[in-house]
């Protein structure tokens, strides 16, 4: 079946640092990944996608490369600001059959900026 | 323009009781989502809704159903209330066939006592 694992939280950083978060997914055809951000108080926004192996999604400064060989698409900022934290969430859909409209959530990861 | 909708944006129920949870999609948006959002679980996919049925459900029991009205607005109804269907109850929208990139509401509160 399909299923998105990534790295618990949370995750306090200084700004400025640099930022990982991991994201690996199992799935059983040729899956889109996204991730998708939640700042406080308001409801989950698409932070950026990609859709076959090796595409790059990149928005608001964050990166993640779909990496087929190693089923990974782990979100990475070069330097974080105070307004980046939010929860984190790593997704995927393969759109087709019993799991048409469906996503696979990770559990999300909780980052905090600090000035 | 008005983002996703939803109400009440908290509900307390005790067990066995009937909690019913209401969702305003994006104007033009067709489809409509329900996650569930428990402690400690992530999102799990509820349901789907396009042009007024019901496309796909996760692995949920039938005491949870909904439906979509003719204005693409959606309910959720959850019966026999238990206390671990205590969460939080997430609706999206999209417009048209999914794409992936789903315009989530804040959420409603359900706890149940």
């Known amino acids: 079946g399909n299923s998105v694992t990534q790295m618990e939280g949370p995750v306090t950083l200084s700004e400025e640092a640099f930022l990982t978060i991991n994201c690996t997914y199992t799935?059983?055809?040729?899956?889109?990944l996204f991730w998708y951000v939640q700042y406080p108080g308001e409801g989950l926004q698409l932070l950026l996608k990609?859709?076959?192996?090796?595409d790059k999604g990149s928005n608001k400064g964050f990166e993640a490369t779909y990496r087929k060989e190693t089923t990974s698409f782990h979100l990475e900022k070069g330097s974080v600001q105070v307004s980046d934290s939010a929860v984190y969430f790593c997704?995927?859909?393969?759109?087709?059959?019993?799991?048409?409209?469906?996503?696979?959530f990770g559990r999300g990861t909780q980052l905090t900026v600090w000035p | 323009e008005a983002g996703v909708t939803q109400s009440p944006t908290h509900l307390i129920k005790t067990r066995g009781q009937q909690a019913t949870l209401r969702c305003s999609p994006i104007?033009?948006?067709?489809?409509v989502y329900w996650y569930q959002q428990a402690l400690g679980l992530g999102l799990q996919f509820l349901l789907w809704y396009d042009e007024g049925e019901e496309r796909n459900r996760g692995n949920f029991p039938p005491r949870f159903s909904g439906r979509q009205f003719p204005n693409y607005s959606s309910e959720l109804n959850v019966n026999a209330l238990e206390l671990e269907d205590s969460a939080l109850y997430l609706c999206a929208s999209s417009l048209g066939t999914l794409t992936g990139e789903l315009f989530f509401g804040e959420g409603s509160r359900l706890t149940v006592l």
């Open positions: 997704a995927l859909s393969e759109g087709r059959g019993s799991t048409l409209g469906r996503l696979y």
């Open positions: 990609a859709t076959k192996a090796d």
């Open positions: 104007s033009g948006h067709t489809s």
């Open positions: 799935a059983t055809g040729y899956p889109s």
